[in-house]
T-cell receptor, first 114, second 112 residues
Framework: SAVISQKPSRDICQRGTSLTIQCQVD?????MFWYRQQPGQSLTLIAT?????????ESGFVIDKFPISRPNLTFSTLTVSNMSPEDSSIYLC???????????FGDGTRLSIL | QKEVEQDPGPLSVPEGAIVSLNCTYS??????FMWYRQYSRKGPELLMY????GNKEDGRFTAQVDKSSKYISLFIRDSQPSDSATYLC????????????FGTGTLLAVQP
């Protein structure tokens, strides 16, 4: 399966600031996704990162808060904007290597907001 | 009601025991069913992937899907301390977006 690298692996940030998380895959993939994993809760899909076009956001998530880029078939970024303590979470990138294949995940970015 | 329900545990078993992990769901459109294993400070790792109803076996792991009852299970035979992790069920209806809906995860501890 594809090797998925996320950077940074963890960070502690001040409220009101923004952080960009990178997801790099070692091979071209068809689909890339961004999830949030909050303590005691299910993984929740934030958005699907579309190559060459705007991301598709799930209900409750907006582009102004979570802008996403996907400039090519191996790389995507998620920015968490104007952070508040409620944004403290694990953010995970996942990929599909082909249509109908299961998703594989990176190790996530552990984000704490003070 | 959540779309996917999973007993959060924690579940503690002795080494060598058979472990049964379960999820129920409400959306009859789900067709693809997955089990992921997540170690502390790591991302979810795909364990089993099944389509529609039936059983699938891979080594010590067996996944069962009963679509009529909207119920899926993961069995772990001869459990090992290295199996200690959080187990997440996930499912999707397939299609272009393949959005995954996850359970909250079951924390398993296998005692040596």
């Amino acid at each position: 399966s594809a090797v998925i690298s996320q950077k940074p692996s963890r960070d502690i940030c001040q409220r009101g600031t923004s952080l960009t998380i990178q997801c790099q895959v070692d091979s071209q993939v068809t689909m890339m996704f961004w999830y949030r994993q909050q303590p005691g809760q299910s993984l929740t899909l934030i958005a699907t990162a579309n190559q060459g076009s705007e991301a598709t956001y799930e209900s409750g998530f907006v582009i102004d808060k979570f802008p996403i880029s996907r400039p090519n078939l191996t790389f995507s970024t998620l920015t968490v904007s104007n952070m508040s303590p409620e944004d403290s979470s694990i953010y995970l990138c996942s990929v599909e290597t082909g249509t109908g294949t299961p998703q594989h995940f990176g190790d996530g970015t552990r984000l704490s907001i003070l | 009601q959540k779309e996917v329900e999973q007993d959060p545990g924690p579940l503690s078993v002795p080494e060598g025991a058979i472990v049964s992990l379960n999820c129920t769901y409400s959306n009859s459109a789900f067709q693809y069913f997955m089990w992921y294993r997540q170690y502390s400070r790591k991302g979810p790792e795909l364990l089993m992937y099944t389509y529609s109803s039936g059983n699938k076996e891979d080594g010590r792991f067996t996944a069962q899907v009963d679509k009529s009852s909207k119920y899926i299970s993961l069995f772990i035979r001869d459990s090992q301390p290295s199996d200690s992790a959080t187990y997440l069920c996930a499912m999707s209806g397939g299609g272009a977006t393949n959005k995954l809906i996850f359970g909250t995860g079951t924390l398993l501890a296998v005692q040596p």
